[in-house]
């Protein structure tokens, strides 16, 4: 195969200037291009620049046809030709790398990009024989995401053992039937691409996309015809025709940034490490391979492997590096160009991937036997099928000739006999007329008869049905009778029963009588002998009731005596005093219950005297009772007995807690020294914190200025009024940058813990200057974890909670609002009910500066788009729209910062089909301040604003909202008169892609 060194084509674009460039009047252009001697200069500064000689140079005004014809149109003929090729993007974020490559130029398809150019020429140089397939994919944070079909993530990379091939199987495979279902592919892929808003750029690409088309076609029409003549003419010769399997790569990288100028903070600062980590591992590659190095570190990274082939391997390349006009991104531009420059030194060895196409030659081979061997037996198969026709036909003359010769002699016989029978049967004819018209009289009269037959046979019917039912009347009657004589003779027994009873009754009523007669005399005898027994029993009951009486007090004063005895175990803590006297009254108690039993025992004597007085039939029942009295007495003596023996216990443990209690005493006196001691060195140590805490210059900058990049674009648009104000700001830069190494040595040498404990000081002034140091160590992302693990982020907001005062409200918001820049923490201050918090404390204060951090924090929460409906719910985005009644524009900057989050976290979920539905915050009329404020704020503001809005119209199920509200108005206002291109753009795809917006206008 041809083999041939070829090095990487280098072209450079410059981007136009933007609507920042040609505010930023302290910054002039660092770049001269001069285009016909193909050189670029850089300019450090007035006296300063170097020149640097590229393959191409194209100016702001070169267009996308001819930037596409110089860097990309070669490739495309040699992947065509049968070579691999690759056109790559590189250059600092936002300068127009994803313009170059990806622009789709539905409405102006002078604006379309390099991939829609490079398929449109390779469909029109291809065949309907020839197959073309494309895979869509990102290196999104080292893993290999399919755009084609979002589910494929963390796709491999396989490389062939022998060639050393790098492939992506496991990715999504199109074929390509024309090219408007590649522009469809290709708008699917821009959707699932991930991408974010940042200072840099409003859509700034967070992955690297490559497209990878593969071609697989046989060689070019002249060189077919020669082929297929050597097939013919060359059986014998065994000519293998070849085929052509080629590969375009065109990668749109991401681009370089600097985090303090991108703002990138939390999950895009995760990203952005990701990116310029896969750049630096391409840029060691290419310094390697320029420089000759031995080993190149391809495997560093998933992106250098990807373009192992690109960069000294076998492909055709071209590098388009974009870069800014700005002096202001001087570094980033002149690492761009020296990349460039670097790049251009790597030479590949391009090498045709053409291949004996021996599956085409088996199956022609195998078609054309196919057809010979089939061709054959036709022949053959015709020969015998003429055969036999042929003698079939000479034995079918013979017999129809012999045939005929009878036939002739046995016609004219016949002839004579069919004569005579056709006289015959036309007499019988004649005769068989007159016997069909007495049938048909016959057939008449019968008719008649059938037709009373029937009418009698209705007859017969109807009189069946009234026998039966006269039949039944006579069945039930018979049933009747039966069991009316059942009946009777029922009665009949019955009568003879009563007849029977009436006589065993009245005997059974005599003797009834005389045994009455004769228990009544019975019971009078009785009654008279009760009355008597009564009488006497009376006076022993009435001492019987005494007797009870008295020991049911007895009882009661033992209840009493147990409840004291209860009361005295759970007063051992008191004096020895008490515990005296409480026996004393225990004794005296006890010797009246003595008396007591003593009387009881005098009062029993008594009783029985007067029990054996009585009958037999009272005296068993009353030694019972005396029985049960004597049982209750033994149980009162040996209750009292146990009492006196408790007693002697519990003195003897009131002696043992006495001892105890002297002991505890000493171990509790000395318990309060050693805290009064720990007490005074917890002041000293706080009264030495706060002193140094009071050392730092009170000031408020550190923490507000990472909050928002609002303070930052104030700055900017003031210096164009004031020169001195980058003077003042570098200064205040340094003061902060102090301010916050003070901070930090104060919490190396005294330790966070102690910080956050004196958030709970009872000190205001302490209280306040914690909370101060907390927030500037909160706006570095290193202490944020630490603060969040030692409790800070609790204690944070309790005092948002808690705290009426402005000063500490204020401060402990700004702090929740850095640590709000944090995804994770994000989540933990939702959980927490931070949003709640925050929703209450902007309703409870009306000082702007409150206000401006309050709305900072939830501003950052609208950032994520996991807590939408938690914000939503807590009434976040209600106190957000709410703290606009203060009229301040940093406040004012805060809220249209965070609709401008909410909004486009929102539009990038319906885009990725995770949301359906009307905006969140369509409810509490987001879309009427975002209208009536869209031309009364300032330009940055204004900046979200536009945003905001942008992104809700692309929301279909709200375009109802903007045509009812104004929003329609305002959007097309923004896609002609924004200060900014890219939203123009995006205002404009927005009313063309919605049907309803276009009918409203078509209706006006």
Request: glycine share 4%; with cysteine.
């Amino acid at each position: 195969m041809p083999l041939e060194s070829e090095r990487v084509r280098v072209a450079v674009r410059l981007r136009p200037k933007n609507a920042e460039d040609l505010s930023d009047v302290d910054h002039a252009d660092c770049v001269e291009l001069q285009p016909e001697l193909k050189r670029l200069k850089l300019r450090k500064n007035n006296w300063s620049s170097e020149s640097y000689r590229f393959d191409e140079v194209f100016t702001e005004s070169a267009s996308q046809k001819r930037i596409y014809e110089v860097v990309a149109k070669p490739v495309v003929e040699s992947v065509l030709d049968g070579y691999n090729g690759t056109v790559m993007a590189y250059g600092q974020t936002g300068t127009g790398k994803t313009y170059t490559l990806g622009r789709m130029g539905k409405e102006d398809v002078s604006e379309r990009g390099i991939m829609v150019r490079a398929l449109e020429d390779i469909l029109a140089g291809t065949s309907a024989s020839d197959n073309i397939e494309v895979s869509y994919f990102q290196l999104y944070m080292e893993s290999i995401q399919d755009l084609l079909a979002p589910e494929k993530t963390n796709i491999p990379i396989v490389e062939d053992a022998k060639t050393g091939e790098v492939s992506v199987p496991g990715a999504e495979i199109v074929k390509i039937r024309n090219l408007d279902h590649f522009l469809q592919l290709l708008q699917l892929g821009e959707a699932n691409r991930h991408a974010a808003n940042t200072k840099m750029n409003t859509e700034s690409s967070r992955s690297h996309a490559i497209l990878m088309v593969y071609i697989r076609r046989s060689p070019h029409e002249k060189e077919e015809t020669d082929e297929e003549k050597g097939i013919i003419t060359g059986r014998q010769g065994h000519h293998v025709p070849t085929i052509r399997k080629s590969k375009l790569l065109i990668v749109d990288l991401a681009g370089s940034e600097r985090i303090d100028k991108s703002g990138s903070e939390g999950h895009l600062l995760e990203e952005a490490k990701f990116i310029n980590l896969s750049l630096s591992s391409l840029g060691k590659c290419i310094n390697a391979l320029a420089e000759n190095s031995p080993h190149i570190p391809t495997r560093d990274s998933k992106l250098t492997r990807l373009l192992r082939d690109s960069f000294g391997g076998s492909a055709r390349t071209s590098l388009i590096i974009t870069i800014g006009p700005s002096s202001r991104h001087h570094a980033e531009t002149a690492s761009t160009v020296m990349f460039g420059q670097r790049a251009m030194k790597v030479v590949n060895t391009v090498k045709l991937k053409e291949e004996f196409d021996y599956e085409s030659l088996c199956r022609k081979l195998e078609t054309q036997v196919d057809h010979l061997s089939a061709e054959v037996d036709r022949h053959q198969k015709l020969r015998e099928t003429d055969k036999n026709e042929m003698r079939k036909l000479l034995e079918e003359f013979e017999k129809s000739s012999a045939e005929a010769q009878k036939s002739f002699v046995v016609s004219s016989e016949e002839n004579a006999h069919l004569t005579s029978k056709m006289k015959e049967l036309l007499q019988e004819l004649d005769s068989q007329k007159e016997q069909n018209k007495v049938l048909l009289d016959e057939v008449a009269r019968l008719a008649t008869i059938l037709k009373d037959i029937k009418f009698l046979e209705d007859e017969n019917a109807r009189l069946e049905l009234d026998l039966n039912d006269a039949m039944n009347d006579l069945k039930h009657q018979k049933d009747q009778n039966i069991i009316l004589g059942d009946e009777v003779a029922r009665l009949e027994m019955n009568l003879k029963h009563n007849k029977q009873n009436q006589l065993e009754h009245s005997a059974y009523q005599r003797i009834l009588a005389d045994t009455t007669q004769m228990y009544e005399e019975k019971i009078a005898d009785l009654m008279k002998r009760i009355d008597d027994e009564n009488v006497q029993n009376s006076s022993a009951e009435e001492d019987m009731e005494r007797m009870k009486k008295q020991v049911a007090d007895f009882h009661m004063l033992l209840e009493q005596n147990q409840v004291e005895n209860s009361r005295y175990r759970k007063a051992l803590a008191d004096t020895t005093k008490m515990y005296e006297e409480r026996i004393e009254s225990l004794n005296q108690q006890i010797e009246d219950e003595h008396a007591h039993a003593r009387e009881v025992e005098e009062e029993l004597n008594l009783t029985k005297k007067i029990l054996h007085e009585h009958q037999n039939s009272s005296k068993a029942s009353a030694e019972k009772e005396m029985g049960e009295l004597l049982m209750r007495l033994q149980e009162v003596h040996h209750l009292h007995e146990t009492t006196e023996n408790e007693l002697r216990l519990l003195s003897i443990q009131n002696k043992n807690l006495e001892s105890e209690k002297a002991r505890l005493r000493n171990e509790l006196h000395a318990v309060r020294q050693t805290l009064q001691e720990e007490e005074k060195q917890r002041k000293e140590a706080e009264a030495e914190l706060f002193n140094m805490i009071k050392g730092v210059p009170d000031s408020e900058d550190g923490f507000e200025e990472k909050v928002s990049y609002m303070n930052e674009n104030i700055t900017k648009s003031s210096d164009l009024h004031n020169p001195q104000s980058s003077h003042k700001s570098s200064r205040s830069r340094e003061t902060i940058l102090s301010q916050r190494n003070t901070i930090t040595k104060i919490c190396e040498e005294v330790g966070l813990q102690k910080i956050l404990s004196l958030l709970e000081s009872g000190d205001l002034d302490v209280q306040t200057h914690a909370v101060k140091v907390v927030a500037n160590l909160a706006a570095e992302d290193i202490n944020q974890e630490r603060i969040v693990q030692e409790g800070g982020l609790d204690a944070l907001l309790k005092l948002v909670e808690s705290s009426q005062n402005t000063t500490i409200l204020r401060v402990a918001s700004g702090a929740i609002a850095n640590l709000a820049m944090n995804e994770m923490n994000q989540g933990l201050i939702t959980n927490k009910g931070g949003a709640k918090l925050l929703a209450r404390a902007a309703s409870r204060t009306d000082d702007p500066q409150t206000l401006r951090m309050v709305a900072g924090a939830i501003a950052n929460l609208c950032g994520n788009e996991k807590l939408h409906a938690v914000l939503k719910e807590d009434g976040s985005i209600r106190a957000l729209l709410g703290m606009t009644r203060s009229g301040n524009t940093e406040v004012i900057a805060q809220v249209a910062r965070g609709l401008a989050n909410f909004s486009k976290c929102e539009s990038r979920r319906i885009m990725k089909g995770h949301w359906r539905g009307r905006s969140l915050l369509m409810e509490d009329g987001a879309l009427s301040w975002l209208v009536a404020n869209l031309n009364t704020t300032s330009t940055s503001t204004r900046r979200h604003l536009e945003l905001a809005i942008c992104h809700l119209a692309q929301n279909e199920d709200n375009a109802r909202d903007f045509i009812r509200s104004g929003g329609l108005k305002e959007l097309i206002e923004i896609s002609d008169e924004s200060s900014r291109e890219d939203i123009r753009n995006l205002a404009k795809k927005t009313l063309r892609l919605s049907s309803l917006f276009r009918g409203d206008l078509r209706a006006e």
